[in-house]
């Protein structure tokens, strides 16, 4: 089951938005180093003619400067980041102290969990193009900076700005997957709340080829454009000049590596995490664990997939839940037949055996002792001869007062039915002797029986209201082994086979075990007499 994490903080957003904000900073800074245009190459310089200590403190006065920039342009993102999470805010407050959450809250706070990418990245995008307008633009208006220069570094710090928001876009979608949304919705269904953005797995792809591609390379040309238009031969040789465009070029790779490997991860684990999520589940099902669940995180295709794959769960457990319930009261064959649907409801001709075994004198040992003690009896009695009958491929149908009814070949085919129904028979026997042994210690009476086997062609079929259907056999071969069970009180006899049973029979069992009756007995209902093997 999916258990929503305890007390979760929003302090993660924070860092996030600073972190991306400076990271991009500190870029763009690198970047702008990097570049042989006169306006850097001059402050550079004129860094270098201070002597090392003062190329120390300038480079540690610049970085001073460089963080302090970051923290102050961060800010005003940090400001509206609070503000769109007044309402999660609000509602984790709440159920920390155990409140009650008012609906309406806590729906504003689920749609400001989902929509909380597609709000703070936009936001961000603008604030990388109009920062870096009023710095650039501010010092071009001072004369500390030409014109071209002042465009460059500004369209650079856009490009590069497009990345970050892109980072903390992605960054906050993992962040609040991580660790709100399944506080938020333990049980998913994010696909299902009211005005919410979403973006496809489609989307995500392009997002990240244009921005892990197309952003370094137009940061390229860019450059180059500007050099071409600022290079002078007069001032600047070719080596120097192609060595600045290496410098820069290398700069540009390694950056754009780092940071399209960052941009990578989180869009690719933003596809992978929920779908392995599925695969998880899947194997779960497939080990039978109906308890499992995807922890769906997102409201895209995937996660309208963990959706689907989460009541598909909750249907098979269910279903399963039926299924074993339902084997309490069928044998799990028929259970399993029904099921399939591959018994047809009209039913279907089968060649079975059927064997029918009864309790003799039952009825004064249930007037000789108390009710649960007869039930007691009764029921280690079935468990042993179902153990019998289950061994050998049977299938018991019913229990009829202290009767058994069960049948070999059905609905399950077999081949060798006669002889399946032949050794339960046998075994059955062994069994009683056994049960009776036991029963002799506990000072129970002891049981004994009659078996009547009979093999022939039947009508087997879900008989019953359309409220309530029993799996039958109907045909005459059903009641002649019922009759042949009957029978063996009267010869005295432990088990009846029927000639047709005992010719499906191996030739040396039916020499060693079973005797022919001298001559064919008439049964009642039947006009022709049946030949018999019987044991004593």
């Not at 400067?65 to 407050?93: D, K, N």
């Not at 997939?305 to 069928?330: C, P, S």
């Not at 071969?477 to 006899?493: D, H, M, P």
Request: net charge positive; charged share 15%; glycine share 8%.
């Amino acid at each position: 089951m999916i258990v929503p994490p305890e007390s979760p903080s929003l302090s993660g957003f924070y860092f996030i938005g600073m972190g991306a904000t400076m990271v991009g900073i500190l870029v763009i800074a690198i970047l702008n180093l990097a570049t042989p245009l006169e306006f850097v190459l001059t402050r550079i310089q004129g860094a270098r003619q201070g002597g090392d200590l003062s190329w120390v403190h300038v480079v540690a006065f610049r970085f001073s400067i460089l963080c302090l920039l970051g923290v102050l342009a961060s800010m005003p993102f940090l400001v509206v980041l609070r503000g769109v999470l007044t309402p999660i805010s609000a509602c984790l407050i709440l159920k920390g102290q155990r409140h009650p959450v008012p609906p309406a809250l806590e729906q504003s706070a689920k749609q400001r969990l989902i929509n909380l990418p597609f709000m703070m990245a936009p936001l961000n995008m603008v604030f990388w193009i109009f920062i870096p307008l009023l710095i650039f633009g501010g010092i071009f208006a001072l004369h500390k900076m030409d014109f071209t220069t002042a465009i460059t570094f500004s369209v650079r710090s856009t490009m590069v700005g497009l990345i970050s928001s892109a980072v903390i876009f992605f960054g906050l979608e993992a962040h609040a997957r991580r660790v709100l949304i399944p506080y938020f919705f333990p049980t998913g269904e994010l696909a299902s709340v009211e005005g919410t953005i979403k973006i496809s797995i489609l989307r995500r792809i392009r997002a990240l080829y244009r921005l892990g591609s197309l952003i370094p390379l137009a940061n390229i040309v860019l450059t180059l454009f500007i050099l071409y238009l600022q290079a002078d031969p007069d001032t600047m040789s070719a080596k120097t000049y192609g060595r600045g465009v290496l410098i820069f070029s290398l700069a540009v790779f390694v950056l754009f590596f780092l940071g399209s490997g960052v941009l990578n991860r989180l869009v690719s684990r933003s596809i992978a995490d929920p779908i392995n999520g599925i695969l998880k589940a899947m194997r779960d099902i497939q080990q039978g664990n109906y308890q499992t669940r995807v922890k769906v995180v997102s409201n895209d295709e995937v996660g309208i997939l963990g959706d689907a794959t989460n009541k598909m769960i909750q249907d098979l457990g269910e279903k399963e839940l039926l299924r074993d319930a339902f084997g309490r009261y069928v044998a799990p064959e028929v259970r399993d037949e029904i099921i399939s649907g591959r018994i047809p409801l009209d039913g279907e001709f089968k060649d079975v055996t059927i064997l029918f075994a009864d309790l003799r004198d039952f009825t004064p040992m249930t007037e000789a002792n108390d009710p649960k003690s007869v039930v007691r009896i009764l029921n280690a009695y079935f468990k042993e001869m179902s153990a019998a009958i289950t061994a050998n491929s049977g299938l018991i149908l019913q229990f009829l007062g202290d009767e058994i009814y069960a049948v070999f070949g059905a609905p399950v085919s077999c081949k060798h039915h006669p002889s399946n129904a032949f050794s339960a028979a046998l075994d059955m026997e062994k069994r009683l002797a056994a049960l009776n042994k036991r029963f002799a210690l506990q000072k129970t009476p002891g049981l004994s029986h009659g078996i009547g086997i009979h093999t022939g062609q039947v009508l087997a079929a879900n008989i019953g209201s359309p409220d309530r259907l029993s799996y039958l056999l109907v045909g005459d071969a059903v009641n002649l082994a019922s009759r042949l069970q009957s029978l063996t009180r009267e010869l005295s006899a432990r088990i009846i086979v029927s000639a047709d049973t005992a010719a499906f029979l191996p030739e040396p069992k039916v020499q060693s075990l079973l005797v022919k009756h001298p001559r064919p007995v008439r049964i009642k209902g039947r006009k022709n007499p049946v030949e018999i093997y019987l044991t004593h």
